[in-house]
C-alpha cells in the first residue's frame, strides 16, 4: 500500500460515525448490512450517512452492492488487510511476528505474550460498551 492511501484510509476512519460504521460492519462481515440499517445502529440520519459510507469506500475499506432498492455495505476484507499490513509491516524492527503479526500483517495464532490493560483482540467491537 501506497502512503497516499494509507493516509486516506486514515483519515476516512478519523470521524466518529465513518469508524462507528466500519466497528460495525468489521463485526457483520461479508454479509454486511443495508444501508438504512446501518444508519438506525449507529443513530446517524441516512442522508447524512451516505456521505460517510461513500468516502470508506472509496478509501477502500467498503464495498458496496445494490440489492432490488437496497445498497448494502460490507467491509473490504483486502483493503483492510493492506491497511493493517501496511501499519504493521515495519513493526519491532521489521519483525511484526513479534508484536502477533506475520511477515505480511496476518495476526499470528500462537502469540499468546502478556499484555495487561489491553482487551483481547479477538473481541468484536460490537460487544464494545463504548460504541453504543
Same mark, same amino acid.
Given at each position: ?14 470521524? &466518529? ?13 461479508? @454479509?454486511?448490512? &443495508?444501508?438504512?440499517?446501518? +444508519? ?6 441516512? @442522508? ?10 472509496? +478509501?477502500?475499506?467498503?464495498? @458496496? ?68
Amino acid at each position: 500500500m501506497e502512503i497516499v492511501a494509507a493516509v486516506e484510509a486514515l483519515s476516512a476512519l478519523a470521524q &466518529p460515525h465513518r469508524l462507528a460504521a466500519f466497528r460495525l460492519l468489521i463485526c457483520e462481515g461479508p @454479509s454486511g448490512l &443495508p444501508a438504512g440499517a446501518i +444508519a438506525e445502529r449507529i443513530a446517524v440520519p441516512p @442522508s447524512t450517512l451516505s456521505h460517510h459510507l461513500a468516502h470508506l469506500e472509496r +478509501a477502500g475499506l467498503l464495498r @458496496s452492492w445494490r440489492v432490488e432498492r437496497r445498497i448494502f455495505y460490507a467491509v473490504d476484507v483486502e483493503g483492510t488487510r493492506r491497511l493493517v499490513t501496511f501499519l504493521t509491516e515495519d513493526c519491532c524492527q521489521g519483525h511484526p511476528e513479534i508484536c502477533g503479526y506475520g511477515k505480511g500483517g496476518s495476526r499470528s495464532d500462537d502469540h499468546d505474550l502478556p499484555q495487561s490493560g489491553l482487551r483481547d483482540v479477538a473481541q468484536c467491537p460490537c460487544d464494545d460498551p463504548e460504541l453504543g
